[in-house]
């Protein structure tokens, strides 16, 4: 009897693990980019003012929204700076992102299939700082002195420009510190570096404090600071739709915070973590745009230019040929 009630035990398990309701049944992720069945989009985001419009329509919900329209779901990955982007980037872990000219350059010169879909904006954003009492008049005086920045960032270009401005070379006259913008108070304070160049909203946040200063900024040289939307170029092909979406959203923020820009000012200073004023004087500084225009690519080619002379790239590129906008000028031709 005990043998018959075990052998209705085990067949009971057995009928049980087969049933169609699949517990204990591995669960297949959706690829992102697939061509069919459920789909999902991977969105890199930075905390830049350079890239307001797409906070907004991060922090309404409207790219998760309309991505659910056309049956996409949505994966958001937050990185500090352009590098660590691009290294997700490189091992195929992301699909669309926005960033500076420094990186997004470098990436696609170093081999990586990316294409510039859209251009996020320009203006005086960057900026180098120095404590109050560093005693640092100008560009000049930093000779032999430390620089704290993010190496591979646009503050690299900008930092080289206006050192070079100064009679000074970024590789024999200073010292370069590569930090993270979070760290650029700190260090600044503590005198572990003597300037340091980030961009906004830092610029702004370090400025408001009673014991840092500008001591210049890329309007003083008419750096532009181009920054990008860029995406994967196989993904850009295969998903031409997501792309449409993903920019159709960004121009409605864009719009949407041009429109009214205190509106959005207590939900892009959560974001920040920056008081409503400082963002509205930190984004104020942009010109945020979509299509890409001569001085987009000029600015970008430029960045080429001077990556390829101080050995940053072993190739100079032309950005041109990496520029893929046709879907953002159909977008902004289509909400006028």
């Known amino acids: 009897m005990k043998k018959i009630i075990a052998m209705l035990l085990m067949l009971t398990v057995m009928l049980t693990g087969c049933s169609s309701g699949g517990q204990g049944q591995k ?62 980037f490189a091992a195929g872990q992301q699909d669309i992102g926005v960033i500076g000219d420094v990186p997004s350059v470098a990436a696609v010169a170093a081999g990586q299939k990316n294409v510039f879909i859209a251009a996020a904006d ?49 590789k024999k006259d200073v010292e370069i510190i590569n930090i993270s913008t979070g760290d650029a108070q700190t260090v600044l304070l503590n005198h572990n570096v003597d300037a340091v160049v980030i961009w906004e909203p830092n610029v702004s946040r370090l400025d408001a404090t009673d014991k840092i200063h500008i001591l210049t900024h890329g309007g003083d040289i008419g750096f532009p600071g181009v920054n990008v939307v860029f995406a994967r170029q196989d993904f850009v092909k295969q998903n031409p739709d997501i792309v449409k979406v993903y920019l159709q959203q960004y ?83 289509e909400a006028k």
């Open 27 to 88: 669960k297949e992720e959706p690829k992102a980019g697939a061509k069919t069945g459920n789909r999902v989009v991977r969105l890199a985001i930075q905390p830049s003012a350079a890239f307001v419009p797409l906070v907004i329509a991060r922090e309404k919900g409207w790219i998760d929204e309309a991505m659910k329209g056309i049956g996409v779901g949505v994966k958001w990955t937050d990185f500090e700076s352009g590098p660590p982007m691009n290294e997700s």
């Open 122 to 170: 320009g203006g005086p954003s960057y900026a180098m700082l120095v404590a109050d009492d560093s005693h640092i008049q100008n560009v000049a005086d930093l000779k032999g002195r430390k620089i704290g920045l993010t190496i591979g960032s646009t503050a690299q270009n900008l930092a080289g420009k206006l050192l070079a401005k100064a009679g000074l070379d970024i």
């Open 251 to 333: 121009w409605r923020a864009t719009k949407a915070y041009e429109k009214n820009p205190k509106e959005y000012a207590e939900l892009l200073s959560k974001y920040f973590k920056l008081d409503p004023g400082l963002v509205a004087k930190a984004a104020g500084k942009y010109a945020y745009v979509l299509k890409f225009d001569k001085a987009e690519v000029d600015g970008l080619q430029d960045t080429v230019s001077f990556l390829f002379k101080n050995g940053s790239i072993k190739k100079e590129i032309q950005v041109k040929d990496y520029v893929d906008d046709a879907i953002a000028q159909s977008v902004v031709n």
